[in-house]
């Protein structure tokens, strides 16, 4: 694995918002009723390091993929600052995207069926003039190899590859552009078992090679123990816990981390039976709970936690937790033992 | 097999017909039997024919599949041959099945207690009143909170892992014998696939119900079955317990997809990618259908098709070579 060199950031976003007003019904306009808003973020912050690859995960509705958006700069956050350290003053946007590229979820729609491989990237290529004119077929060549495809490839059209070649295209253009932070949102949730694990080797082999940047949007825990060094849990618009990715598997310090990793049907083991197990669906964010957000689902919450909203605090180093309990959380019992016949 | 055997599925072909040409072949010649209350899970990757399995058993094919040969028999029974009416009973009351999208599979203009309530009135003859009580004592049991409001609720009113409870409600109302489930917690998160994978294990139980799983999540499968059939390119090459076959595959496909699936915990253990693609299943070549991807591969791969073969007691596998996948012992 390669080292992190400790607290050299790329990109940091502080207490970022996103907001969205619902339409309101014709009654309710006249009667003065309250505008009803969505959150799907509420004041997150977040530093990626350099040459890191840093894991969000979380469930549907948590903001995760809303976060993605915002750092390529495809949303428009409602309040907060984004700092992308290492971009000159008052870049343009076309020099902000160059900084930060994207990896789609779903590789059959985030390609062009009507563009060949070839004039993808050589469009890009030309357009932030990475490379002189003279020298893009041959860029353009080292990129599909550097993703493992090969050069007969810049002829032929989306539709003639696999999901997993789909996917390595799509990394092919993010890496076009020489961008320093990659953002992967679900990269490998839409491709078969075999197919992802060479996609996940890809990954690793950027980090390791090229000193990428990558956050990396999950919902499979196991693919984020696999590839990332850090881990940050999202929950309701929230970051309620983040910590190094060994750290937060061994000693999670929040309650939903923890019905989280008791959740992965394991492979190896029997599932736990561990008091964390919740119960009920994440709430709507058009009603985020008073006091801390995951009180309704959460075993453990007491009537301190019906009311007051708990901020991310470090519980260790390079760990922070947004949990009132989380120093007198039951010590986490780790991995089950195997059973013997059921 | 020691039990009563419930469903005995024998050399079943699946195919899509074409003029002038041979058909092309989805499923190709598979066996496999399930007990009363046994719980079997079928592994593959897309296009592996695990789902077109399933839709054969519950008679649900898409326009164009058919089944080109052999025998689906329900306690004795040959469901093929059965009169199309006597079948369709069968269906809802002794064999039920769960989808994997719950939006779809849904009547999005019938509200949910009248959609579960509707196979006990016609199975079971229930009144209206004592099949919409039913209805609301399988929401409570599938552990939907306010079932008599929910009831009256329409399924776009309802969260993804409420509508998947509405299904399985559904799939049980009338105490089936046999429950297929197609991916049905795929389109769900982690926390609520636990809580939905918990209620069919117990549900099941309780009534002793038989379940035949497909997924492609190895965890799964690991959760809640007992037996286990790994499918590849429309075949079924390896088949036996779960816990034995995930512990020592006698397959090389079975061996390269645990290889490659990340295991929470066995962090450290490095992911081995299968490698090529699937064959075509338009022009199978002759031979084993892995051979091309297969490090274990000898000459007579390309040239004779391994069948389905008793390697061990309880354990089959479709692989000339198995003892040596066992050993690891590469070519």
Redesign the interface.
């Known amino acids: 694995m390669t080292e992190v060199t400790e607290q050299q950031s790329v990109l940091r976003v502080a207490n970022i918002s996103k907001e969205y007003s619902l339409g309101q019904g014709l009654l309710n306009r006249f009667g003065g009723a309250k505008k009803a808003s969505l959150k799907a973020l509420d004041g997150v912050d977040l530093d990626l390091r350099r040459g890191e690859v840093l894991a969000l995960v979380g469930?549907?509705g948590s903001g995760k993929s809303t976060l993605a958006k915002i750092l390529v700069g495809a949303l428009k956050p409602t309040g907060g600052e984004i700092h992308e350290l290492g971009l000159a003053e008052g870049a343009g946007r076309k020099e902000r995207s160059r900084h930060v590229q994207m990896v789609f979820q779903d590789p059959y729609s985030s390609l062009n069926p009507r563009i060949s491989v070839g004039s993808m990237l050589a469009g890009l290529l030309r357009l932030h003039r990475v490379v002189p004119n003279s020298e893009v077929r041959a860029e353009s060549i080292r990129l599909l190899n550097r993703v493992g495809l090969q050069e007969d490839a810049l002829q032929a059209y989306p539709s003639q590859f696999?999901g997993g070649q789909r996917q390595r295209l799509a990394i092919a253009r993010a890496l076009a552009v020489r961008p320093d932070v990659l953002v992967a949102d679900e990269p490998v949730s839409a491709l078969?078992?075999?197919?992802?694990?060479?996609i996940?080797?890809l990954f690793k082999s950027l980090q390791d090679e090229l000193g990428l940047s990558i956050l990396f949007i999950a919902?499979?825990?196991?693919?984020v123990?696999?590839l990332s060094q850090r881990v940050a849990v999202m929950y309701l618009g929230r970051i309620v816990e983040i910590a190094d990715t060994?750290e937060i598997?061994s000693n999670p310090r929040h309650p939903y981390t923890r019905?989280?990793i008791?959740?992965?049907?394991?492979?190896?083991?029997?599932?736990v039976t561990d008091p964390f197990?919740?119960?009920?669906?994440?709430p709507s964010p058009i009603n985020v709970p008073p006091g801390c957000r995951f009180h309704p689902r959460c075993p453990v919450a007491t009537d301190r936690c019906r009311t007051e909203d708990p901020g991310l605090t470090p519980v260790g180093p390079g760990h922070a937790s947004a949990c009132l309990l989380a120093a007198e959380l039951p010590p986490y019992r780790g991995?089950p033992a195997l059973k013997e016949e059921? | 097999m020691s039990e009563a055997t419930l469903l005995s599925v024998r050399n079943l072909s699946l195919g899509v017909r074409r003029k002038g040409r041979p058909a092309t072949v989805i499923v190709d010649d598979i066996s496999f039997g399930v007990a009363e209350g046994m719980r079997f899970g079928i592994v593959g990757?897309?296009g592996s024919g695990k789902s077109m399995t399933l839709r054969a058993i519950a008679n649900l094919l898409p326009a164009g599949v058919e089944v080109l040969s052999g025998s689906i028999e329900y306690r004795g029974k040959d469901l093929r041959a059965m009169p199309a009416r006597s079948r369709l009973a069968l269906a809802g009351q002794e064999i039920a099945m769960i989808f994997q999208e719950p939006m779809t599979a849904l009547n999005p203009v019938m509200r949910v207690g009248d959609q579960i309530a509707e196979s006990p009135r016609r199975n079971l003859g229930l009144s209206k009143s004592a099949a919409m009580d039913l209805a609301v004592d399988m929401m409570r049991k599938t552990g939907i909170?306010d079932p008599a409001r929910r009831a009256r609720a329409y399924p776009h009113e309802l969260?993804?892992?409420?509508r998947q409870r509405i299904m399985i409600a559904m799939a049980l109302s009338c105490s089936p014998k046999l429950l297929l489930c197609d991916e049905p917690t795929t389109a769900l998160?982690?926390?609520?696939?636990?809580?939905v994978?918990r209620l069919l294990e117990q549900l099941c139980e309780d009534t002793n119900t038989a379940l035949i799983f497909v997924t492609?999540?190895?965890?799964?499968v690991?959760?809640t079955c007992?037996e286990l059939g790994v499918m590849y390119a429309g075949e079924l090459v390896e088949r036996g317990r779960v816990k034995d076959v995930?512990a020592g595959p006698r397959h090389p496909y079975t061996k390269?997809?645990?290889d490659?699936?990340?295991?929470?915990?066995?962090?450290d253990r490095e992911?081995?990618?299968?490698p090529g693609?699937p064959p075509n299943l338009a022009d199978r070549a002759t031979g084993c259908p892995f051979q091309p991807r297969c490090a274990f591969a000898v000459e007579r791969c390309a040239t004779d098709r391994p069948r389905l073969e008793s390697v061990l007691p309880g354990r089959e596998a479709a692989c000339f070579e198995s003892a040596r996948i066992f050993e690891g012992v590469t070519a």
């Not at chain 1, 197990?277 to 994440?282: A, D, H, I, L, R």
């Not at chain 2, 998160?189 to 809580?195: A, G, L, M, R, S």
């Not at chain 2, 492609?216 to 799964?220: I, N």
């Open positions: 469930e549907s696999s078969d078992v075999s197919i992802q694990a060479t996940l080797e919902h499979n825990l196991a693919v123990q696999h060994a598997f019905a989280l008791d959740s992965i049907p394991r492979m190896s083991a029997d599932s197990e919740v119960e009920g669906e994440p991995v059921r | 990757e897309s909170p969260s993804g892992g409420l998160d982690v926390t609520v696939q636990h809580q994978l492609h999540d190895l965890g799964v690991n959760q007992r995930f390269g997809l645990l490659s699936a990340p295991d929470f915990d066995q962090p992911l081995i990618a299968i693609f």
